[in-house]
Nanobody, 118 residues
Framework: QVQLVESGGGLVQAGGSLRLSCAAS????????MGWFRQAPGKERERVGS????????YYADSVKGRFTISRDNAKNTVSLQMNSLKSEDTGVYYC???????????WGQGTQVTVSS
């Protein structure tokens, strides 16, 4: 009932920037929190950041705090992740996810690859 499609991934040099976007469709009004996750080879998937519908509650992983910025445009049904000062450790597949009211992370996109070269 909620479809998520990520875009904006690619190959960048360390210190560079990328902006990821997630387009949501379907029963978007049922969602409460949107988030970005990432998974590197051999590592567990981790939550990079998340933002509530109102934008009043924002979370960042310690590893990206100060470098990444999550935002959402409810009118356009999008959530974005601006990534600055990228490091090789940021390499991985980035996923957009949505949580429903009173539930956990219920919907996921297919992911977009982010590769940071040194």
């Amino acid at each position: 009932q909620v479809q998520l499609v990520e875009s904006g991934g690619g190959l960048v040099q360390a210190g560079g920037s990328l902006r990821l976007s997630c387009a949501a469709s379907g029963r978007i009004f049922s969602t409460n929190t949107m988030g970005w996750f990432r998974q590197a080879p051999g590592k567990e998937r981790e939550r990079v950041g998340s933002i509530t519908w109102s934008g009043g509650n924002i979370y960042y992983a310690d590893s990206v705090k100060g470098r990444f910025t999550i935002s959402r445009d409810n009118a356009k049904n999008t959530v974005s992740l601006q990534m600055n000062s990228l490091k090789s450790e940021d390499t991985g597949v980035y996923y957009c996810a949505a949580a429903l009211y009173g539930s956990g992370w219920s919907y996921w996109g297919q992911g977009t690859q982010v590769t940071v070269s040194s």
